[in-house]
């Protein structure tokens, strides 16, 4: 079955433009989180969504950064007005429900001129 | 600040030898996760520790999770070159929603 899958792979962008980075994950996964993953570190939590409740934003670093889950399936990480310290490996996760085990996607790589 | 302080950060040995990863922490965690990760994707996770004083054992992997539930080791027994990757331990600190907090990572290389 397909994994968790994001797009695109690789994103070049100016500082102060909009970025948008997307996640399909598992069909029938309820739970979807972000990470960031910057040059040789370890994750950083982002957001976290479940089912239909309020999303956990509490790993956000600034109000630049927002997302979106609809229907329940496709989130998509928007980032405004991107920075050169936002450069990073976004990478998207999800579980059959908190809890479960997390199945990565390969992430995607902002590099923010 | 760094929840989870994981050392080392790099480890380069040769084929044969064993090495042992640390994962430290002053708060207590509900579960701890150890996870490989290899270039351009993401991490795939190697097993979960959840009871104080666990090991689990995956072939020449050795997993041990502490009494307090405060840290963990990773021990490779006769390291191979297909083990060369990144390492991360992670932790969850229950009613968080699985919500993972990582170490900072291991880059493990193994030299034939």
């Known amino acids: 079955g397909a994994g968790v899958s994001q797009s695109p792979s690789n994103k070049v962008t100016e500082k102060g433009k909009d970025v948008e980075l997307r996640c399909d994950p598992i069909s029938g996964h309820t739970a979807l989180y972000w990470y960031r993953q910057s040059l040789g570190q370890g994750l950083e939590f982002l957001i976290y969504?479940?089912?239909?409740?309020?999303?956990?934003k509490s790993g956000l670093p600034s109000d630049r950064f927002s997302a979106e889950r609809t229907g329940g399936s496709v989130s998509t990480l928007t980032i405004q007005r991107t920075q050169q310290e936002d450069s990073a490996v976004y990478l998207c996760?999800?579980?059959?429900?908190?809890?479960?085990?997390?199945?990565f996607g390969p992430g995607t790589r902002l590099t923010v001129l | 600040t760094q929840l989870l302080e994981q050392s080392p950060q790099f480890l380069s040995i040769q084929e044969g030898e064993n090495l042992t990863v640390y994962c430290n922490s002053s708060?207590?965690?509900?579960?701890l996760q150890w996870y490989r990760q290899e270039p351009g994707e993401g991490p795939v996770l190697l097993v979960t520790?959840?009871?104080?004083?666990e090991v689990k054992k995956l072939k020449r992997l050795t997993f041990q999770f502490g009494d307090a539930r405060k840290d963990s080791s990773l021990h490779i027994t006769a390291a191979q070159p297909g083990d060369t990757g990144l390492y991360l331990c992670?932790?969850?600190?229950?009613?968080?929603?699985?919500?993972?907090?990582f170490g900072q990572g291991t880059e493990l290389s193994v030299k034939p």
């Open positions: 708060s207590v965690f509900s579960s």
């Open positions: 996760a999800s579980s059959l429900s908190p809890v479960r085990e997390q199945f």
């Open positions: 969504f479940q089912g239909n409740s309020a999303p956990d």
């Open positions: 992670a932790g969850e600190k229950g009613n968080q929603g699985g919500k993972l907090i």
């Open positions: 520790v959840v009871t104080g004083g």
